[in-house]
């Protein structure tokens, strides 16, 4: 029976890993569809989210279950109450790398992006895709130095927002309001996709040591970019 109930805590870590894959390549699939106009695209990212949503009702009933039947207390309760809350931060992450696509899905056949952004947004989709990247291997790892290193890494997001912000801001402007609004909500959903990496990050820091990542001190030193780039 002990056996059967850890490798049931084991499969939720699993459906962790599989949704935080999952919208790490949908947010890069999403980019690739707004910045192309791509409708084939955008639809496949739009369609492919109900999977995300699916690994996380599966989730939260096996996690219920195992509330129900095994009654854990200690460490095995935190990693189920952690766990539930990290599927919640996915499974909004799915559905911000959906919002890039619905946006591209709007906009076409036009371009939703001006191309004296296309390099900002780029790397905006490409951090969050490796940030997504990071938070996995955390999942799978749980080490706590890199779990610690993605609030560091999402300094970078931060900076790419306010980049984009700048423009918006240009008396030089010139594409609009439409355009404007677009590009003030692209830049939230790359934003806010990074913010539930870092989250996934942090929570597997206090599911491992059972204190909050805010409230430890940490040695790491700032890093310069993000790795896997």
């Known amino acids: 029976m002990r056996d059967a109930y850890h490798e049931e805590l084991d499969s939720i ?8 894959r999952l ?20 639809e496949s990212v739009i369609a492919a989210d109900q999977r995300v949503d699916d690994l996380q009702h599966e989730l939260e009933a096996r996690a219920i279950a195992l509330l129900a039947r095994q009654q854990p207390v200690a460490t095995d309760l935190r990693i189920v109450v952690t ?7 996915l499974e909004r992450s799915g559905d911000l790398a959906q919002h890039v696509a619905k ?10 992006i001006p191309h004296d952004l296309h390099a900002t947004i ?12 990071k938070a996995a291997e955390v999942i799978i790892t749980k080490d706590v130095d890199l779990a610690m290193q993605l609030e560091q890494d999402d300094d970078a997001m931060d900076l790419l ?6 423009h918006l801001l240009d008396d030089k402007w010139k594409h ?3 355009t404007a609004v677009d590009v003030t909500l692209l830049g939230r959903y790359y934003e806010r996709f990074a913010d539930h990496a870092v989250s996934v990050a942090k929570r597997v ?20 970019g993000v790795e896997g780039a």
């Open 176 to 178: 609009g309001i439409e």
């Open 122 to 133: 780029l790397e905006m989709g490409q951090l969050a895709q490796r940030l997504m990247a």
């Open 23 to 42: 919208v790490g390549s949908a947010i890069g699939r999403a980019t690739t569809a707004i910045l192309d106009s791509d409708l084939k695209l955008a």
């Open 205 to 224: 820091v206090y599911l491992v040591t059972g204190e909050h990542a805010d409230d430890l001190q940490s040695d790491i030193q700032p890093v310069t």
């Open 83 to 89: 766990s539930l809350r990290m599927s919640a931060d």
């Open 161 to 166: 927002h306010r980049t984009l912000f700048q």
């Open 13 to 20: 870590g699993d459906g962790l890993v599989e949704m935080a």
């Open 103 to 112: 946006l591209a899905r709007l906009r076409f056949p036009d371009r939703a």
